[in-house]
């Protein structure tokens, strides 16, 4: 079965970086994009970014360029996400998700990385 | 502010039917682009409930339906269940932001 299993949560002072891992079993990792979705406490969804796991190519939300990193290693089916210079507002639980490859939707999604800043 | 647009709760009794709606614009639903939504019960992740608009997954209860038309799409929940209560999300794409994947702010549904 699909399962997308995260690293475990974070705490972070502000100005530093964080990296989320995404390990993938149960299907090809390099047939699907995965998306990076956040959620902000008592908030709302919102879309990161997503990989291209087969080519590596990436496409940022323009609220995060030039803070965000995807990367993959197909050999080891894990995605990454890595976030610089942390603000408080960066608090919120991350999610990596799997991209059907069909309908554009997310039809898998990993239990939930929580990134906490302060100071 | 998201650039789909949902209520922000909506309630009904067990065995009712309740919709949601979610309205977007010309450069995402209203550009043809699918409708997905997903259901997120408390402190867990999202789930995957209809894709291309109207498409249920298996194992989600037919009680749970999708539509689209025009800018707008629709989920309607019908038999209304106490662990229907949950936040609901529409998700679709968009031809005019950087951001081309893009989310409704959400919608709280409480079983009364």
């Known amino acids: 079965q699909v399962q997308l299993v995260q690293s475990g949560a974070e705490m972070k002072k502000p100005g530093a970086s964080v990296k989320v891992s995404c390990k993938a079993s149960?299907?090809?990792?390099?047939?699907?994009?995965i998306h990076w979705v956040r959620q902000a406490p008592g908030q709302g969804l919102e879309w990161m970014g997503w990989t291209n796991v087969n080519s590596g190519g990436t496409k940022y939300a323009q609220t995060f360029q030039g803070r965000v990193t995807m990367t993959r290693d197909t050999s080891i089916s894990t995605a990454y996400m890595e976030l610089s210079t942390l603000k408080y507002d960066d608090t919120a639980v991350y999610y990596c998700a799997r991209d059907s490859s069909t309908w554009g939707n997310v039809d898998y999604w990993g239990q939930g990385t929580l990134v906490t800043v302060s100071s | 502010q998201s650039v789909l647009t949902q209520p922000p709760s909506v309630s009904g009794a067990p065995g009712q039917r309740v919709t949601i709606s979610c309205t977007g614009s010309?450069?995402?639903?209203?550009?043809?682009?699918?409708v997905h939504w997903y259901q997120q019960l408390p402190g867990t992740a999202p789930k995957l409930l209809i894709y291309?608009?109207?498409h249920r997954p298996s194992g989600v209860p037919d009680r749970f339906s999708g539509s689209k038309s025009g800018t707008s799409a629709s989920l309607a929940i019908t038999g209304l269940q106490a662990e229907d209560e949950a936040d609901y999300y529409c998700?679709?794409?968009?031809?005019?932001?950087?951001?081309?994947?893009?989310f409704g702010g959400g919608t709280k549904l409480t079983v009364l």
């Open positions: 998700q679709s794409y968009d031809n005019s932001l950087s951001d081309y994947v893009v």
């Open positions: 010309s450069s995402n639903i209203g550009a043809d682009y699918d």
């Open positions: 149960g299907y090809t990792f390099t047939g699907h994009y």
């Open positions: 291309g608009s109207s």
